[in-house]
């Protein structure tokens, strides 16, 4: 397994979670409630919490960043976000949120050497991440280190995800995929149900408008299923993504990426385990590699 499947895309599996903690945890949600985001449903403190390392920004600045959101949607809620809390509120709240999180979920682990360990071969790994042309893991690897080994551990793979999104954000521009399209032939491949798509906020003309651009590059078949060049294109997608994930992880060596997937992967099992965070999603959970 680990000659097939690249070792960028077996440790962005592994960390995701706990990156994404940051997006489901009930901790998370009370803060975001002390900052006066609504919080019956999870998008107004997503794009507060993801983009606040951006500073104030635009519309049209996330809507470019994030990619695969309507910018519709994107415009629903920033820049109304800074007028709720502006971003540097927002990042001490989001360190409030993990910390508590991860206190919660992982207990006694918090304060153990392994951790710690865990901690700094992250951290490691993260510094050795190019930012450059990488506006969210620039943004995030310019914000100072905590102290705190769980708070190190979450900001590390953070960076590491934010760089691994960037890079894939790049492979579909060198694809011709646009945001719809992009999520479209996701679906189309299998990697995830088209309706965890639909809280991005395309309409069903833009949609419907998507597909059929697909169809007419041959990537989509009669019934919307990928064609073999689509599932092509779809590789060439992810195998472009690997390749610019693939940098930091060089930089620790697969013996310091063994070490930490060792290490960390009680923890990640610890918060897949609250049931927290949804399984049929893009995050990963789920796929499991032998290191």
Do not use: C, K
Not at 81 to 102: F, G, K, Q, S, Y
Not at 152 to 176: I, N, P, S
Request: charged residues 20%; aromatic residues 8%; negative net charge.
């Amino acid at each position: 397994m680990t000659g097939e499947i690249p070792l960028s895309r077996r440790m962005w599996q592994l960390l995701e979670p706990l990156h994404a903690t940051l997006y489901y945890a009930p901790e998370a949600f009370e803060e975001a409630a002390v900052l006066g985001h609504a919080v019956d449903e999870r998008w107004p403190s997503y794009f507060a919490w993801r983009a606040a390392p951006l500073g104030a920004a635009s519309s049209a600045l996330v809507t470019a960043v994030f990619y695969s959101f309507s910018p519709d949607t994107v415009a629903r809620y920033v820049p109304g976000a800074w007028r709720v809390a502006d971003p540097e509120r927002v990042l001490r709240a989001r360190t409030r949120a993990v910390d508590r999180t991860l206190r919660a979920v992982l207990g006694e682990r918090v304060g153990s050497p392994e951790l710690a360990e865990a901690a700094a071969l992250a951290r490691r790994a993260a510094e050795a991440a190019d930012t450059a042309g990488r506006p969210l893991a620039a943004a995030n690897a310019a914000l100072p280190w905590a102290d705190e080994p769980h708070l190190t551990l979450w900001q590390a793979a953070t960076v590491l995800r934010e760089h691994r999104g960037d890079g894939h954000l790049a492979a579909l521009l060198a694809h011709g995929l646009d945001g719809t399209e992009a999520l479209i032939s996701h679906a189309a491949v299998g990697a995830a149900p088209a309706e965890v798509f639909a809280s991005r906020g395309w309409t069903g003309a833009e949609w419907e408008a998507a597909r059929e651009r697909l169809a007419a590059r041959g990537w989509l078949d009669a019934d919307g299923a990928a064609t073999p060049r689509g599932i092509e294109g779809r590789t060439a997608v992810e195998r472009l993504t690997d390749e610019l994930a693939a940098a930091p992880w060089r930089a620790l060596g697969e013996d310091g990426a063994t070490r930490l997937a060792e290490l960390v992967l009680p923890a990640v099992m610890d918060v897949v385990g609250t049931g927290m965070l949804p399984m049929t999603s893009t995050l990963g959970i789920g796929m499991t590699y032998d290191f």
